[in-house]
């Protein structure tokens, strides 16, 4: 059945809305293209993946939704909100509140604990000390790692690290969970306990989780993959359409 | 499909100072390698800057000191010229331009020559031009010399000046070089060329005025002291006499207090003492007397400063008093110690007219290549600290960091730096300074430590440090907070 977002659509709540974004790089005289005219719109509670080739435009893509960059022409609203029109103070703003980012390599800040890197984001908001530490804790719980709290990132392990990063980017309850290839550094066991812990985000808090990925095992978990190729979407599929989904998911679930 | 900016941004915060600092502290003893290499060359600079501030303020106020004292050691023979002088009519006017600026003085010298108060200041202002004046053509580069006055010098100048046409070249030449600053403006010179003939026939009056009063103070002390000369009288007369003496001179119109009389006669009573010493010790009988107790026959410097000896004390000691001769022997150390020094100290000018310079271009020139060094080296190590940190950076730019935080980071960081680099390369530079100059001069500079300028030259070259350290990260800090935020999803 081929995807259909009409159908899909109904009754959802718009996070993630681009329309027609194209991204132009002039590398000296040259001008590349890596996108070329991407309309999608991502749902609330939804957990996606993107998927493609390096060089597809992925990347640049995560990074227009993330509000990272600005695109060349077309628009992203975010909530509604037109990010292209917005200053470097706002897209900042943007970032702090409605943007949760899980880095491939974690990006912890080595100098602090674990508890520390967590309430950072809330200290950029503004969020008074005590309930920062409050909220981190409970954070830090949540991903299993409430003991540790005092550890610094040289102090854990890569699984742990991102479990770190993954509370971090909860921290100011984002309307978006932007993962860019969480799990390309670890190995395939602890790979799918992240996997476990954001499918768990997803089905029992409601984030919004848009995942880059080359992970097939990270599928098994999502609702809809998006395949990018040359800076377009090539198709959209509903991840109970796959064969190889059904079987993992009972893997995944036994 | 909306297209409002339905975003809020008034409720963004500004991370307070207190919460920035306590970030940049985490990061710095962390990354305490690369914050070394910043340190190092700000203590480097700082130090630098220190050692040749602070040498210079301790050459200067030691020189002061030490000429001060060398006055004081000099007080009996200032004040004698100073009573009995015949001043040249260009001595007069050094000497009044000098008194500018001390009324007591400028009344004193009104009294002894016997005119006005007011015409005593007054010429004393115009000496005071003349003498700035003639300082100023003197320390003239000889090319612009005589482009401006040819070849003449002294007063032959001020002469060459007022004529009309020569006055019209000086001023279009004086306009063309712009490196050259009158000491005063140009009308202050005009219309002292223009009254020059007046100032020179009052100076000329005033000067004759003043030799007739000393001319008749000394045939008064004349019938008091005989033949004899003033400071030998002096040095041996009666306390009556010598306060006798003093009345005659202060009716004359000197200010002659008792305090620098006592002064001045104890002085004098020791070179007295001196005198007779010498004279005895020059004598052929004790020449021969020196030979035999230690085989040989020292110069007259040795012999005196020899009294204090147990040899010679038996060699004296039945002619003059362990007293006398300690003090002959102590004045006479004292004194060749001071000379000593002033022949070691740089020269305080004491033209009464141009301050000494408190850093030659010289010195200013290395100053200031060492910040531009300095600050360079700072810019690199921040640039390399930054390059090295862009994940850190861009990472915290995803969590929300604006531009201005990252900006304020980096600077607090540098200001920390140059906080503690500045006091390390302050103390350091102090501790050179001390102890190069107490090599060179010895006690006399811890003597004279000029205490409050050397902690205001403390205080500014820490400030120094700070102000350095910033300036050269403010280029570092924009790259920083122009930093993309999406490096962070960048994989090496």
């Given at each position: 059945m081929p995807f259909d977002a009409k159908t899909y659509a109904t009754d959802k709540e718009v996070v993630v809305r681009a329309v027609g974004v194209q991204k132009h790089f002039t590398r000296g005289t040259e001008t590349v293209k890596a996108l070329r005219g991407i309309d999608l719109c991502i749902y609330r509670g939804e957990y996606v993946c993107v998927m493609g080739p390096?060089?597809?435009?992925k990347s640049t893509f995560f990074n227009m939704v993330g509000g990272l960059d600005s695109p060349t022409s077309g628009r992203v609203f975010m909530d509604a909100v037109d990010?292209?029109?917005?200053n470097a103070n706002e897209l900042a703003f943007l970032r702090c509140r409605k943007v949760g980012y899980v880095f491939q390599s974690y990006?912890?800040?080595?100098?602090?604990t674990a508890l520390d890197n967590v309430t950072l984001p809330m200290v950029f908001a503004g969020k008074h000390s005590d309930d920062a530490r409050e909220r981190g804790m409970q954070l830090l719980e949540r991903v299993g790692l409430g003991e540790r709290w005092n550890h610094r990132p040289k102090e854990m392990s890569g699984g742990q690290q991102q479990r770190v990063a993954i509370a971090r980017s909860l921290a100011n309850a984002p309307s978006l969970l932007l993962c860019d290839?969480?799990?390309?550094?670890?190995?395939i066991k602890t790979g799918k306990e992240i996997h476990h812990l954001l499918d768990t985000l997803n089905k029992e808090d409601g984030v919004t989780i848009i995942c880059a990925t080359h992970?097939?095992?990270?599928l098994a978990v999502c609702d809809r993959i998006v395949w990018i190729a040359d800076g377009n979407v090539d198709r959209i599929e509903?991840?109970?359409?796959l064969e190889i989904t059904k079987a993992s998911l009972g893997e995944e679930h036994e | 499909m909306s297209n409002q900016k339905?975003?809020?941004?008034?409720?963004?915060v500004t991370l307070s100072f207190e919460k920035s600092f306590r970030f940049c502290r985490k990061g710095i003893s962390y990354r305490l390698f690369r914050s070394s290499l910043t340190l190092a060359v700000v203590v480097v600079a700082v130090a630098f800057f220190t050692v040749l501030v602070s040498e210079s303020l301790m050459l200067r106020s030691t020189s002061v000191g030490v000429h001060d004292e060398m006055g004081r050691a000099r007080e009996a023979d200032t004040t004698l010229m100073h009573l009995f002088h015949r001043y040249s009519s260009r001595d007069l006017s050094a000497k009044l331009a000098g008194l500018k600026d001390d009324p007591a003085a400028v009344a004193e010298f009104a009294q002894v020559a016997g005119v006005s108060v007011e015409m005593a200041t007054d010429l004393a202002t115009q000496c005071y031009v003349e003498q700035l004046f003639l300082h100023f053509f003197r320390t003239l580069s000889p090319g612009k010399r005589v482009v401006l006055v040819k070849k003449h010098t002294g007063r032959a100048t001020f002469e060459f000046l007022s004529g009309t046409s020569e006055w019209d070249a000086f001023v279009v030449d004086l306009a063309k070089m712009r490196s050259v600053r009158l000491p005063t403006p140009l009308e202050t010179l005009r219309t002292f060329l223009d009254n020059r003939e007046v100032f020179l026939a009052s100076l000329q009056t005033v000067r004759e005025a003043r030799d007739q009063t000393v001319t008749a103070l000394e045939v008064k002390l004349d019938g008091l002291t005989?033949?004899?000369d003033a400071a030998a009288w002096l040095g041996q007369a009666s306390d009556a006499d010598v306060a006798q003496w003093r009345t005659i001179v202060t009716a004359s119109g000197f200010d002659l207090d008792p305090d620098a009389m006592r002064r001045i006669q104890e002085v004098l009573r020791v070179t007295a003492l001196e005198n007779r010493i010498s004279k005895w010790l020059q004598s052929p009988q004790n020449r021969e007397a020196w030979k035999v107790k230690l085989q040989t026959t020292p110069g007259l410097e040795t012999k005196l400063l020899m009294l204090k000896d147990q040899k010679v004390a038996a060699l004296v000691g039945d002619t003059f008093s362990a007293e006398e001769r300690a003090a002959v022997a102590d004045r006479f150390l004292r004194v060749k110690h001071l000379r000593e020094l002033v022949g070691k100290l740089p020269r305080v000018e004491?033209?009464?007219?141009a301050p000494s310079r408190f850093m030659d271009g010289r010195q200013m020139f290395l100053v200031i290549i060492s910040f531009l060094v300095c600050m360079v080296g700072i810019t690199n190590a921040m640039l390399m600290s930054i390059t090295e940190r862009f994940r850190e950076i861009a990472t915290m730019k995803c969590l929300g960091a604006t531009d201005g935080f990252i900006l304020k980071q980096f600077l607090i960081e540098a200001a920390i730096q140059g906080v503690i680099g500045g006091t390390a390369g302050m103390l350091i530079g102090m501790i050179i300074s001390v102890v190069k100059s107490w090599i060179l001069l010895g006690g006399a500079v811890l003597a004279h430590l000029p205490g409050l300028q050397m902690l205001i030259c403390a205080v500014a070259t820490v400030v120094i440090g700070i102000l350095l350290a910033m300036l050269a990260s403010i280029y570092p800090a924009r790259a920083a907070a122009r930093m993309a935020p999406m490096d962070a999803m960048r994989v090496e």
């Open positions: 390096s060089g597809s435009g990010m292209a029109q917005l990006n912890l800040n080595s100098v602090m290839e969480p799990t390309a550094n670890l190995d992970d097939y095992n990270m509903l991840s109970e359409d | 339905n975003i809020d941004v008034r409720d963004q005989g033949d004899a004491d033209t009464g007219v």
